[in-house]
């Protein structure tokens, strides 16, 4: 993830169109497709979603808020909640009714967020960074009405996009990543791999 952009650069047109066409080969429970994709290109657009979703904090923008506010490009993907239970009430699924209670986790947001997992490896497959964030849930009326999103659609997060600026600034250096041993369970939960295939 990159939190800091080179804003002389522009994201060429042609790789945004690339990135909305990865997104929406996402796989889809029932392919009901239940997502949608807000582009924020301009410089006004991406004013208004930094002035929408920022809450006011009285003093300076953070060093994390500066480098992200230099990103040429916001995508926010959206899920509909509505897309996939009427798309389950439909003959083909068996189901006659729309009730949540149904899904055992909500795939309108998984499915979402395969979007957004395509797209931000198409981001790295151009050469650019990005940067997936989450929009506070006290800023979300606010960015509903700066663009128009109507409430069938919930935003699951945005994908600051770029390229990214020469130091590379990141919130998380030094972390490193969790090894395969840590997260992989084997047969069983704890179950650990033994080097050869199980």
Known sequence: MVRNFDPD????PSVVDRLLDLAIR???AGFSQGWAFLVLSGAGDRDRFWAATTPPSGGPPSSWLEGMRRAPLILVPHA?????????????????DRDEARWPVPYWYVDAGFASMLMLLGVV?????????GIPPESVATYRGAFGVPDEYTPIGALAIG????DHRSGSLGRG???????????RWGGRWGGSAP
């Open 9 to 12: 650069q522009p994201v060429p």
């Open 26 to 28: 996402a796989p889809s």
């Open 80 to 96: 509909s909640r509505e897309v996939y239970l009427d798309r389950y009430a439909e003959p083909d699924k068996g189901w006659t």
């Open 125 to 133: 497959d151009a050469g650019l960074g990005a940067c997936f964030f």
């Open 163 to 166: 390229y990214p600026a020469p």
């Open 177 to 187: 990543r969790r090894p395969v041993t840590e997260v992989a369970h084997w047969g």
